[in-house]
């Protein structure tokens, strides 16, 4: 009974979103009601707890809310600017192919955003893109979510690592740099393939044929740009440890990717363009303004995100100028929800946006006519936010009840992990997952599950090191399918509703990347 009342909170949105094909909006609030009831009458939470996790998901979801804004109105400020058709002019002077195309994109160039920043930013900023590029929105969100996986481990300058591992007996800097090596390691044998994936998935779903052939036309090449980006990432672990292997793999990808692209190495001579949106009208002007111009809003994105991580000072204005921090909400002691509003990969957005206009020689009206559309489209969204942040902060704070139990996530992990034993190997990537489906963080995933990954290893004898790298990448991998990355990604291609459809699309990738992880880990503690 507690079992299933602990896993009401995975069960009622793949229900309510997957199964009966709600929107978010709808599906998520009912999740929360039936998820809210349940902890109270069966779990114990005391109503004042959860009166505030349920405000603490509200304040996060107005973090969530700022980014997303940040996101849009980048991008709406550079499609009245003139930047987006420029860009986009570059792209296809790479190359037409829309399976190169969204490797380049979602893949390679989310990874340097996903490297810098994190917090969903990636999908937000790339779907867009490769909506203007031609693709259906329902292809952009589902590829550009499939995508921002890989480099999550390393995220925002390392921090699923570096934070997510913390609370660990041995924490420090020798063990994040253990982990991110293998991390690293293991991933040469699943995230290499995720370029095929992203063709697969394009080609298979959103091709006029639907065949595989297309896609292992483009094997070689997509293998390729995977297996550069996996063994540098391997290399820059290895030499330098965890915090830039995402940024320095996705530029060595960038490189290696659009240079053989150019050239047509490993590539088909055709060019795959199945999958263009009929309805969109391709614009009939030449752009005149150069592409260090139309790109440097987003050159801007990533210089200030690594400058306000990396650069002491800087780093501590961020973090303290703007601190609308809520602490203790409600008196509850350990309910609190974090916003440095400068450290925010939102305010960089707007930044982004408000010196586009600048460099590109624009009247202001562009960002102001960009942020009423921003704001208007973004309605949907937050309200199916607030449900989600609302059921995920009560499932994480379930472990303050009055009969003892621990947290429903708690009690998930150890149910399942006395029924797997040695065997848990397999299964400790999904751990991961499931953390970040529920909290739609990677780093909240190993913060919350490292521990419990930890005590398992030590006591069915298998290698800690190896479990909590699974960890790691299944919470990366989990990213592809949590609530609010899928609403976030929706929203801003313009699905809002249309969220279990989106997940339809990316639970297969994000259960075999999993189960890859988990193989290559079970082959792996043969050896060692």
Same mark, same amino acid.
Request: some cysteine; glycine content about 8%.
């Given at each position: ?282 614009? %009939?002007? *030449?752009?005149?303004?150069?592409? @260090? ?5 987003? /050159?801007?994105?990533?210089? #200030? !995100?690594? +400058? ?25 002691? %350990?309910? *609190?929800?974090?916003?440095?509003? @400068? ?5 960089? /957005?707007?930044?982004?946006? #408000? !010196?586009? +206009? ?46 003892? !139990? ?123």
């Amino acid at each position: 009974m507690l079992l299933l009342v602990a896993f009401s909170a995975i069960i009622t949105p793949f229900i309510f979103l997957v199964l009966l094909r709600m929107s978010a909006k709808k599906g998520m609030f009912f999740s929360a009601l039936i998820v809210l009831g349940l902890a109270f009458f069966v779990w114990g939470v005391d109503g004042r707890v959860i009166a505030a996790s349920v405000l603490e998901g509200t304040h996060k979801t107005l973090t969530i809310l700022f980014i997303l804004f940040g996101a849009i109105v980048v991008l709406n400020t550079l499609r009245r600017t003139g930047a987006v058709d420029r860009i986009n002019q570059g792209f296809r002077s790479i190359s037409t192919d829309m399976r190169v195309q969204v490797v380049i994109v979602a893949f390679l160039f989310g990874s340097l955003i996903e490297g810098a920043s994190g917090f969903g930013t990636p999908a937000a900023v790339t779907g867009p893109l490769m909506v203007a590029l031609g693709f259906t929105p329902m292809a952009a969100a589902a590829l550009a979510l499939i995508a921002d996986s890989s480099a999550v481990s390393y995220g925002a300058v390392g921090t699923p690592i570096q934070v997510g591992l913390s609370n660990l007996p041995d924490a420090g800097l020798s063990l994040y740099k253990e982990i991110g090596a293998q991390v690293a390691f293991l991933d040469l044998f699943a995230g290499t393939f995720i370029p095929f994936v992203l063709v697969v998935i394009l080609t298979i779903f959103f091709g006029k044929k639907k065949g595989w052939k297309d896609a292992f036309q483009l094997f070689p090449w997509a293998f390729f740009v995977g297996i550069t980006y996996t063994s540098s990432a391997l290399l820059y672990a290895t030499l330098f440890g965890h915090e830039f292997v995402a940024i320095l793999a996705s530029l060595t990808g960038l490189v290696a990717a659009t240079t053989t692209a150019k050239k047509g190495f490993l590539l088909p001579k055709e060019e795959w363009k199945d999958a263009l949106d009929e309805n969109m009208k391709p614009s %009939g002007d *030449t752009p005149s303004m150069s592409l @260090l111009t139309a790109w440097s809003p987003y /050159l801007i994105i990533v210089v #200030l !995100l690594l +400058v306000t991580r990396i650069v002491p000072f800087v780093k501590e204005a961020a973090l303290t100028w703007v601190d609308w921090t809520w602490t203790d909400i409600l008196g509850v002691e %350990g309910i *609190t929800s974090d916003w440095e509003v @400068l450290y925010s990969p939102g305010a960089v /957005l707007v930044a982004a946006a #408000l !010196l586009a +206009v600048v460099i590109q020689r624009k009247p202001f009206r562009h960002f102001a006519e960009a942020s009423k559309e921003s704001l208007t489209s973004m309605k949907d969204a937050a309200l199916a936010l607030i449900a989600t942040l609302a059921l995920v902060q009560v499932f994480t704070n379930s472990g303050m009840n009055a009969q003892d !139990l621990v947290s429903m996530p708690q009690y998930i992990a150890q149910t399942l992990a006395g029924s797997f034993g040695p065997m848990w190997i397999l299964v400790a990537p999904f751990l991961g997952e499931l953390g970040s489906f529920i909290t739609g963080s990677a780093t909240v995933s190993t913060l919350t599950f490292a521990p419990i990954q930890y005590n398992i290893a030590q006591e069915t004898g298998l290698d800690t090191n190896t479990v909590l790298s699974l960890q790691v990448i299944g919470a990366s991998a989990g990213n592809m399918i949590c609530v609010h990355n899928v609403v976030a990604a929706g929203a801003v291609v313009g699905l809002s509703g249309r969220e279990g459809d989106i997940i339809r699309k990316t639970l297969g990738p994000a259960l075999l990347y999993g189960a890859l992880a988990g193989l290559v880990g079970f082959v792996f503690t043969l050896f060692i």
